[in-house]
């Protein structure tokens, strides 16, 4: 591979770093932040949800603006705003303050979502070979770093803007320095979809898109539900339950870090078919767990399960779909925010009306669909050559730096 190729792979990767980074800064504060602003728990909820719905808009006005300006630009641009909205939410002292940087955070965090995307799978077709688990790996270990750094600003109740400064004067120049070697994807297919000449046909893409639902139905259960059930349905003590979520970041940058290559030996129709047994078989521990240990057991095998999924959905997008790759990621990032925003609610309705241990049952069948739609994943007229590999192509981009 060329210098520009491994360049524009690291950069990209860094991007996904800081972005888990930024993220997991701003939802692991939230209790901190509803204190600083004094939102009520009746509107909590409201501000919550209002980033994903507006995160969705961003991901849809991406969509049409990589028509018109190469996704690189777009993830150069995106990037610190998303930065600089994270420090506006932890500067401000108004509610109307807050709205506007959770705003700004929601529109902003759509389009890079988008962006980065559209480039890992553009840079996968130019590699030829898996490499999307990676760039979501770098994803991972960014929100442990993030949510580790959230942990010290608690521990030592340090106010939302010293936590959050620092990280922004280091990632906000950091990241611009590494968008001169993004590199957008060239070559036919490519051409052709700037060109318009690639289209996406929404009933080819649907599989796709309920398994990105899905997936984030999961993780949604997770992140927000983990602690509680630790806590209160099997017992565990206040900083025991604390864990789970940990060992579940943990385990999700360990299955993607080594996930590409089980991609390349394997394909990816077996992995994702592995990752959703895993996934299943985690849901089934935690719902009929006997003790607090066997919970974390439980959320050990959903991390490595699911985080296949996501990072290869948008890969199967972009074969599918090898003249319209950047519409498809952008359509299919959509339903990243769709499952966020139904996965929490529906856990916690449930959990009230019957029983968290019933509850937890509900996303471990709807992650379960994922196998009627494991085929949606085999590479077909832009298969990765005779053994889920092909050979490297001879274009390799053209860095965004050069447009």
Known sequence: MTDVLRRGRASLAFGFFAQGAAFALLV????AIQDRYGVSDALLPVFLAAVPVLAGVG??????????VRPSRLLRWSQPVVLLALLGVGSGDRMAGLAVALAAFGLAVGALDASMNMLGVSLQRVYGRSIMLGFHAAYSLGGIVGASLAWVGAHWHLALWVSYLPVVAVLLPATLLGSRWYVDGDGPAAQKERDGGGAVVFRMLLPLCLVMTFAYIGDSTVSNWSAKYLQDTLGSSEQLATVPYNVYMVTTLLGRSIGDFGVRRFGAVAVVR????LAVLGFAVVAGAPGAWAGMLGFTLLGLGLCVLVPQTFAAAGRLFPGASDAAVARLNIFNYVGFLIG?????ALGDAWSYRGAMLVPMVLVL?????????APAADRYGGGHERPRTADVGRGSNGL
């Open 28 to 31: 692991t504060r939230i209790p």
């Open 59 to 68: 991901s849809v006005t991406t969509e049409q603006l990589v028509k018109r």
């Open 274 to 277: 592995l990752g959703t047994l």
């Open 344 to 348: 929490s609610p529906l856990v916690g």
């Open 369 to 377: 669909v994922t196998l009627v739609y494991a085929r949606s994943f």
